[in-house]
Every structure is written in structure tokens, then in C-alpha cells.
């Protein structure tokens, strides 16, 4: 059973349309990241948080933006989704202090935009 | 950002047969981690490694730390279709302690059985 959960898991929407991507995490983890995916590829951090009203970019820029307003809540938004958008958005957490280093990701949004 | 340097990029093999992977970097980590990724699905971690040259493994996986703290392999003995998937390899940094990982490009592993 998962830990931290993405909603939804697929989601096609017209151009220009706001959306939100929904991430929680039931672990109590500080540390919250969201990355982006095409088929196959690798992983490009877009955004992370290292804890309540703490949010940082990523390695790639994204016209997306983050919250952080509770430990278990890291949503996304796109204020006006195209189809460069397209992709697979992937969250993750983990701990902070424990030297434990590992993420624990969920199983990810598919967006369309058409 | 740091890189890490994956390979093989991809790979095509039969049933049991065995399989081999690496990262390799020109800097230092203190924490190396291997992740599968199935289709559909976030990736999932394997092995964590967390001292220079500590071989570890999980099943039909082995992993290890390289002594220079610049690479790891990751090798699956016996493969069964299952196996199919792309394999990350992560490290921390050592002179960012606490922070996130670096991922490699991965690696495609198909099975054919």
C-alpha cells in the first residue's frame, strides 16, 4: 500500500485550462519534491520543499507552481495548461534527519493537454 | 547539476540471463540508491548503499559501493520477465549532506522470454 498518493492518475484537458495536481504524503516526511517525466526518460526535478512554507525550482524550469501550506500537502498548478505540458508528473518525499536518503515516490499524474 | 552518467542506456536480453548496470560520476557521493521504475508506475527503491565499498543485495540483486565513492553497479542474476523496467541509479553528494539526490538517465531492461 502507498505512502503518498497522487491524484488524479490520468488527466486529458483542453488548452488554457487551470489545473491542480494533487500530492499527500501520510509519513510525516519534511522534505516533498515533484518531478517531470516523458515515456522512458529521465526524472527533471521541477520543484521541492524542505518543509512547511518552504518551496525551491528545480533543476528545469516549469511555469508550473507549488504550495506548502501543510507537511502532508505539496500540490502543483498549472495556471494555463498547453501541450508542451504533456507529460508524467512524478511526487516524492522523504525523511530529513535521519540519514535516511531514500525517496519514497508516488505513482504519478499522466496530463494530457490537448 | 551534477551528472551522473548511466549505462547502459538500454538493454535487450533473454530469460536468465544475467545483467549488469552502472553509474559512474566525477564527483563524490556518500549514498548511492537503485530504483526500478515500471511502466505506469513511480519508481521504487531496491538497494541502498551507504558505505564505500558495501555490496549488498536484495534477491536475485546486488549492488555495490565503489571504493572511490564516484560509481555503483547494480547486477540481476537470473532475469525473468518481470525484471522488465527502467533502472535508476541516485546519489547524494557529499559536500551537500541532507539535500537531494542526483538521478541518472536510467536504464530500459526488456525481457524476452
Known amino acids: 500500500e502507498a505512502d503518498i498518493y497522487q491524484t488524479p492518475r490520468y488527466l486529458v484537458i483542453g488548452t488554457g485550462k487551470k489545473i491542480t495536481l494533487e500530492c499527500s504524503q501520510t509519513m510525516g516526511h519534511d522534505k516533498m519534491y515533484w518531478y517531470q517525466q516523458d515515456p522512458g526518460m529521465e526524472l527533471h526535478l521541477i520543484h521541492y520543499s524542505y518543509g512547511v512554507n518552504s518551496t525551491e525550482k528545480g533543476d528545469l524550469s516549469s511555469e508550473s507552481t507549488v504550495s506548502r501550506i501543510r507537511t502532508e500537502h505539496f500540490p502543483l498548478t498549472l495556471e494555463s495548461a498547453r501541450p508542451s505540458h504533456t507529460s508524467q508528473y512524478l511526487c516524492a518525499s522523504s525523511e530529513y534527519f535521519t540519514g535516511d536518503y531514500g525517496y519514497t515516490f508516488g505513482s504519478g499524474t499522466r496530463l494530457t493537454v490537448v | 547539476g551534477q551528472q551522473l552518467n548511466q549505462s547502459p542506456q538500454s538493454m535487450f536480453i533473454q530469460e536468465g540471463e544475467d545483467v549488469s548496470m552502472n553509474c559512474t560520476s566525477s564527483?563524490?557521493?556518500?549514498?548511492w540508491l537503485w530504483y526500478k521504475q515500471e511502466p505506469g508506475e513511480g519508481p521504487v527503491l531496491l538497494i541502498a548503499l551507504y558505505k564505500a565499498g558495501e555490496l549488498t543485495s536484495n534477491g536475485r540483486l546486488t549492488a555495490q559501493f565503489g571504493i572511490t565513492r564516484k560509481d555503483s553497479f547494480l547486477n540481476i542474476s537470473a532475469s525473468i520477465p518481470s525484471d522488465v523496467g527502467i533502472y535508476f541509479c541516485?546519489?547524494?553528494?557529499?559536500?551537500?549532506?541532507?539535500?537531494?539526490?542526483?538521478f541518472g538517465e536510467g536504464t530500459q531492461l526488456t525481457v524476452n522470454p
Open positions: 541516485a546519489g547524494q553528494l557529499e559536500e551537500t549532506s541532507g539535500s537531494r539526490l542526483t
Open positions: 564527483s563524490i557521493f556518500n549514498t
